[in-house]
């Protein structure tokens, strides 16, 4: 546990735990105060540590009741770090790893790993996939088809070009 270290030094100490931990191929993980920390953090582990793999989990951007709906940039944060985690696990590559996170993002609850691992698209360099399970994946996890992609969340499709955000 650290605590109490002057920003910046707090990058350099976090790096060099996150590659003492890489032997024995855990990740490290450090709760930041709120969001604004945890940006400055990740921008002073890449200073310290280029070799470092750092994800990024922010908090939700509203309560649990409100009457609107998290921030799709948010949604994708989330489930893109998700992801990424659930990679780290998969990945024969090993590098030192930190998931940054806030005190908020850990006490809200996370889809759990089995259903991110089936609902998931692997596209890989060289591999054909077929337009129809892109376009059924999509639909399938919220994703609005339109005629010219703007937002996150949105995808078109028009021949066998295909545009996602």
């Not at 060099?16 to 993980?29: G, P, S, Y």
């Not at 030192?96 to 759990?112: C, D, E, F, G, K």
């Not at 596209?123 to 088809?145: C, H, P, S």
Request: charged share 25%.
């Amino acid at each position: 546990m650290l605590y109490g270290a002057p920003e910046g030094h707090d990058a350099r100490v976090l790096s060099a735990k996150a590659r003492e931990l890489m032997a024995e191929d855990r990740v490290l993980m450090h709760v930041c105060l709120d969001e604004s920390r945890m940006m400055a953090l990740a921008a002073s582990l890449k200073f310290f540590a280029e070799d470092l793999a750092i994800i990024r989990l922010p908090a939700w951007d509203c309560l649990p009741y409100d009457r609107v709906s998290p921030h799709n940039d948010v949604v994708a944060q989330r489930v893109s770090a998700l992801s990424r985690l659930i990679n780290w696990w998969d990945d024969q590559k090993r590098a030192p790893r930190i998931l940054l996170t806030t005190v908020n993002a850990i006490s809200q609850r996370t889809v759990p790993v089995d259903v991110l691992r089936q609902r998931r698209l692997v596209a890989q360099k060289g591999k054909r996939l077929e337009i129809g399970v892109m376009q059924d994946f999509f639909t399938q996890n919220g994703y609005v088809r339109t005629d010219t992609v703007r937002e996150v969340g949105e995808y078109a499709i028009r021949g066998g070009i295909v545009d996602l955000y």
